[in-house]
Antibody, heavy 120, light 111 residues
Framework: QVQLQESGPGLVKPSQTLSLMCIVSGGSISSDRHYWSWIRQPAGKGLEWIGRIYASGITNYNPLLESRLSISLDTPKNLFSLRLNSVTATDTAVYYC????????????WGHGTVVTVSS | QSALTQPASVSGSPGQSITISCTGTSSDIGGYNYVSWYQQCPGKAPKLIIFDVTNRPPGVSNRFSGSKSGNTASLTISDLQTEDEGDYHCSSYTTTISRVVFGGGTKLTVL
């Protein structure tokens, strides 16, 4: 059974880069059976899709974040990563990684989420 | 402001049925059968309860059902139980360059 686990710093200073990893266990990230996404949720608010990456390395990004965003695969380590540049307080949120089965939409598996606070 | 519109809150009594709406456009809900619904309990990650408008993942109660009419999708929860309390989010595939859009979430209270 595939499981996802987010990892990364909980505190990032304004203007710096937010970097998170999603460690995938119980399945291969390169098997082309899933798409891999990042989603975030500010406290008390709704979900916001950040972007996703396919096993091929092709990415789709939320246009509101695209200029600051990079999502990549690390196949040997079986994880995928998020980098968000030039962060501000509005980037403070719970960040989730999630997967979508190929050929469908919707996120069937989620990590537990990790809180990231942008503050000096 | 979220791309899909949901009511901020709904409530019902145990044993009753409630419906949560999710309204989009012809570029998302109206154009594709790729609507999903998620249940989120406080402090927890969302859990997929409906995908592709009407389908339930294994293990999800048949008290949860989904439907769609035009640009509006709906989640119905029948025989409400206290453990159904939480936030419910809809999402849809979209032909805009964003690919995925969410609603703002609906808080369900079981009185």
């Amino acid at each position: 059974q595939v499981q996802l686990q987010e990892s990364g710093p909980g505190l990032v200073k304004p203007s710096q880069t937010l970097s998170l990893m999603c460690i995938v266990s119980g399945g291969s990230i390169s098997s082309d059976r899933h798409y891999w996404s990042w989603i975030r949720q500010p406290a008390g608010k709704g979900l916001e899709w950040i972007g996703r990456i396919y096993a091929s390395g092709i990415t789709n990004y939320n246009p509101l974040l695209e200029s600051r965003l990079s999502i990549s695969l690390d196949t040997p380590k079986n994880l995928f990563s998020l980098r968000l540049n030039s962060v501000t307080a509005t980037d403070t949120a719970v960040y989730y990684c999630a997967s979508t089965p190929k050929g469908r939409e919707g996120f069937d598996l989620w990590g537990h989420g990790t809180v990231v606070t942008v503050s000096s | 402001q979220s791309a899909l519109t949901q009511p901020a809150s709904v409530s019902g009594s145990p044993g009753q049925s409630i419906t949560i709406s999710c309204t989009g456009t012809s570029s998302d809900i109206g154009g594709y059968n790729y609507v999903s619904w998620y249940q989120q309990c406080p402090g927890k990650a969302p859990k997929l309860i409906i995908f592709d408008v009407t389908n339930r993942p294994p293990g999800v109660s048949n008290r949860f059902s989904g439907s769609k009419s035009g640009n509006t999708a709906s989640l119905t929860i029948s025989d409400l139980q206290t453990e159904d309390e939480g936030d419910y989010h809809c999402s849809s595939y979209t032909t805009t360059i964003s690919r995925v859009v969410f609603g703002g979430g609906t808080k369900l209270t079981v009185l």
